[in-house]
């Protein structure tokens, strides 16, 4: 639980989900789109191959489930910085 595991033998979990949010995706589960992102971040990961290779299903529960477990104190914080620059 919470391990940034390898993907594909050589590329980890955090490399994923940092490409998904540096290109624009959002891994949203609250607010005006809740969950919306984070099924979209889903199906990408279905979609994705490396060296001709797929995530498994265990993967991509794995890289979800860490891609959206934040800490909620962190979380807040994060919203007031936010919130804050609006």
Same mark, same amino acid.
Do not use: C, P
């Given at each position: 639980m919470f391990e940034n595991k390898l993907a594909f033998g050589d590329v980890y979990y955090? $490399? *994923? *989900?940092?490409? /998904? *949010?540096?290109? +624009? #995706? @959002? *891994?949203? $589960?609250? #607010?005006? $789109?809740? &969950?919306? +992102?984070? =099924? =979209?971040?889903? =199906? /990408?990961? $279905? @979609?994705?191959? /490396? &060296?001709?290779?797929t995530l498994s299903d265990e993967e991509i529960r794995d890289i979800r489930e860490l891609a959206t477990n934040g800490k909620m104190e962190f979380e807040h914080s994060a919203y007031l910085f936010l919130k804050d620059k609006t």
């Amino acid at each position: 639980m919470f391990e940034n595991k390898l993907a594909f033998g050589d590329v980890y979990y955090s $490399r *994923i *989900i940092a490409s /998904w *949010i540096n290109e +624009g #995706g @959002t *891994i949203n $589960r609250f #607010g005006r $789109r809740a &969950n919306q +992102g984070v =099924d =979209d971040f889903e =199906d /990408w990961l $279905r @979609t994705l191959k /490396w &060296n001709n290779k797929t995530l498994s299903d265990e993967e991509i529960r794995d890289i979800r489930e860490l891609a959206t477990n934040g800490k909620m104190e962190f979380e807040h914080s994060a919203y007031l910085f936010l919130k804050d620059k609006t």
